[in-house]
Every structure is written in C-alpha cells, then in structure tokens.
C-alpha cells in the first residue's frame, strides 16, 4: 500500500471537541446552549441508530435535545405542524428531519417548513440556492465533512482537477459546488457518463458519491492522486464504500477509509451546524 489513510474518526473528534469549546465560550459570554430538535417519523431502525447518535453527541457537546418522535402513519398536515413549532420555538437552533421519510409523506414539502436559518442539514431550497451562488449559508454535512478532510490534510484545490462521482442533492451536488468555490476545476459524473474511469482518471481529488459498491477501482486513479470514498455499503465481508479500498491504496496519495472516513464527520458537521445557527440566532454570528 502507498496511500496515506485519511483519519476521519480523528478529525471528527476534534471538530466535535471544538464544538464542545464554542458551545461552553457562547453559555459563559451570556448566551443560550444550542439546542437541536431531531425528528423522526417512524421506526425504521437505520434511521433510529443515526438519531440516537445524533442526540448523543450534541447532549456531549452541551447542546440541549428537543427530539421528537412521530408515529409512522402520522398525516402531512400534522408533520407539518409540528415542524412550525420547532421553527417558531426560540429554545430550538436546529431542526434535523431524518431522511428517508415514511413513502406517504411528502418529505420536499415538510423540509420546506424549516426556516433556512434553523436548517442544519443544510437541503433546504434556499440554503442549496445560496450555495449554488457561492454565497454564506449553512451547508449539507457530508459535503461539509468531506471539505473538512480534504482541509485538515491540506490538499491544494485552487486549480486542482477534482472530479466529483454522483450527482445527488445530498452529496454529489453540494460537494461539486463547494470544491468549484474552492477554485478547483470540476466535473461531475453521473450514471450517463460515457467512460467513467477515463475522467477520473484526470483527478488529482477525487470524491465518489454514486451508492454503488466499489465503482471506482485502481483504472480509476491518477498516481498520487486524493481520493475520498462517501459510499458506505454493507456486505458479508463487512463495510466497504464506492471505492475499491486494496487496490486504490496500490495507486492513490491519500484515501479515506470505509469505515473511519468520511461517516465520522457527518454528525460532527451537523454539530458545527447546530453552533453556527444558534450564533447567528443570537446576534453572535461570525
Ligand atoms: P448519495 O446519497 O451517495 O449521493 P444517491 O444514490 O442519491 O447517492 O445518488 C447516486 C448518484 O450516483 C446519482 O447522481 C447517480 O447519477 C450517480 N451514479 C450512479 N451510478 C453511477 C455510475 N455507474 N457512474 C457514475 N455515477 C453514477
């Protein structure tokens, strides 16, 4: 192997440790502890590990929990409701909708009821149009996390070839936008991309997003190369993301493990958020 690994677990800590910091600096200055309403429809139990967690942290960063739980077969019109009122409460900073909702509900409509200012996952229609030109606004955690990376290893992006694999409103899209504010030169691949492997092959950073087990293999990768894996699959020989681990280490510079890459800092991210808000809430902001 001659990549160096990319600590996400580390880094993850740190940025959640920062947040403990900033949270304490804003109490002891006079202000409120954040606090962080996630709500969950239903009982699927993926998305019930990511909110415990969720709640877990922020509680060990000092934020204050206003989760909420709704039946599985709750209305859009009570979801709804319930959402205008962690909008319109004062207590709560940042309201988390945890995605994917029940197939009945319309999930566009209910995170159109969060105000972009309390959106700390960062999808919300107005906070996508602020990233989308270039202006300040929350941004999507994982997008969010993997920048996070590529800074703590101080990767050079103004005028690097970075190459972004997956489109998607979650990842693909939101990553393409922040590298482009960067000063990188990009391009995004999709499902209809004609030779994939050709024009990541350009990538001195390459980040792959498209939800497919190991996509991206060593034909993939320009010696030295940066490469972040966001895919996170499980199979019967355990985690693996979208790219091939073994033999992309053979080639790469720097690569983001699966598990320990970019996961960690997904909630770390969504801490930051959650601070951010609860700053800006209070005429504190940077
Ligand atoms: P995520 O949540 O990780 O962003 P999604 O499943 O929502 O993943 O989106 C997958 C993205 O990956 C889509 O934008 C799709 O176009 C892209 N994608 C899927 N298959 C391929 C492929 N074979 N090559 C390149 N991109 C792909």
Do not use: W
Request: aromatic content about 2%; glycine content about 10%; hydrophobic content about 45%.
């Amino acid at each position: 192997m001659t990549a160096r690994t990319i600590d996400g677990t580390a880094v993850a800590r740190r940025v959640r440790e920062d947040v403990a910091r900033g949270v304490a600096e804003l109490v002891a200055d006079g202000g409120t502890a954040p606090g962080l309403a996630t709500v969950l429809v239903g009982d699927d139990p993926a998305s019930e590990v990511y909110v415990r967690n969720k709640r877990r942290l922020s509680t060990e960063a000092g934020m204050v929990d206003h989760h909420r739980h709704l039946p599985a077969d709750v209305g859009q019109a009570e979801a709804e409701a319930l959402l205008d009122e962690l909008a319109a409460d004062p207590a709560v900073s940042g309201i988390l909708l945890q995605l994917p909702t029940p197939k009945h509900l319309d999930s566009d409509a209910l995170v159109a009821r969060i105000p972009a200012e309390k959106d700390v996952d960062g999808l919300s229609t107005l906070n996508a149009g602020l990233l989308a030109q270039g202006r300040p606004g929350l941004r999507p955690c994982t997008p969010a996390g993997v920048m996070r990376l590529l800074d703590e290893y101080e990767v050079e992006l103004a005028g690097a070839e970075a190459v972004v694999v997956g489109r998607s409103a979650l990842v693909g899209r939101p990553v393409a936008q922040l590298l482009l504010a960067r000063n990188a030169t990009v391009t995004t691949c999709h499902s209809r991309t004609r030779d994939l492997a050709e024009v990541c092959r350009r990538a001195d950073v390459l980040v792959v997003a498209a939800g497919i087990p190991r996509l991206v293999g060593a034909d993939a990768v320009k010696p030295g190369a940066t490469v972040v894996d966001v895919g996170i699959h499980r199979g019967e020989d355990g985690l693996h993301g979208d790219v091939d681990f073994a033999a992309v280490a053979e080639v790469a510079g720097l690569l983001t493990p699966v598990p320990g890459g970019v996961g960690p800092m997904t909630i770390a991210m969504l801490l930051a958020n959650t601070l951010t808000a609860a700053r800006a809430q209070q005429g504190r902001g940077t």
